[in-house]
């Protein structure tokens, strides 16, 4: 059974990647935001399974805070699928 504490962390995450997902949160504060709740949770498997899509997330938000443009078409199917991948992951920790 998933713990009050956890179960309030994923609500946290999914309402960020909502709301990145509406416009109302830029990548950097959503990279940030995943990275509080992923030390929060401190579970090592959870870190352990988060680090490449975080870090897929941070070399496009790198490089788009680099040309100070919008995220290009490709840049954001990787966002999108780095959302999917984190969503699986919160699907795989709330399983009884």
């Known amino acids: 059974m998933?713990?009050?504490?956890l179960h309030r962390q994923i609500s946290i995450l999914r309402k960020a990647i909502?709301?990145?997902?509406?416009?109302?949160?830029?990548?950097?504060?959503l990279i940030?935001?995943?990275?509080?709740?992923?030390?929060?949770?401190g579970i090592?498997?959870?870190k352990d399974a988060l680090f490449p899509i975080v870090l897929e997330m941070e070399q496009v938000n790198a490089a788009n805070l680099n040309t100070n443009t919008n995220l290009s078409d490709a840049n954001k199917k990787i966002i999108s699928k780095?959302?999917?991948?984190?969503?699986?992951?919160?699907?795989?920790?709330?399983?009884?």
């Open 18 to 29: 909502e709301d990145y997902r509406a416009g109302l949160l830029h990548l950097n504060a």
């Open 32 to 41: 940030k935001r995943v990275e509080e709740i992923s030390d929060a949770i």
């Open 2 to 5: 998933m713990s009050e504490f």
């Open 82 to 96: 780095a959302l999917q991948d984190i969503e699986a992951l919160v699907g795989k920790s709330i399983r009884p």
């Open 44 to 46: 090592q498997e959870w």
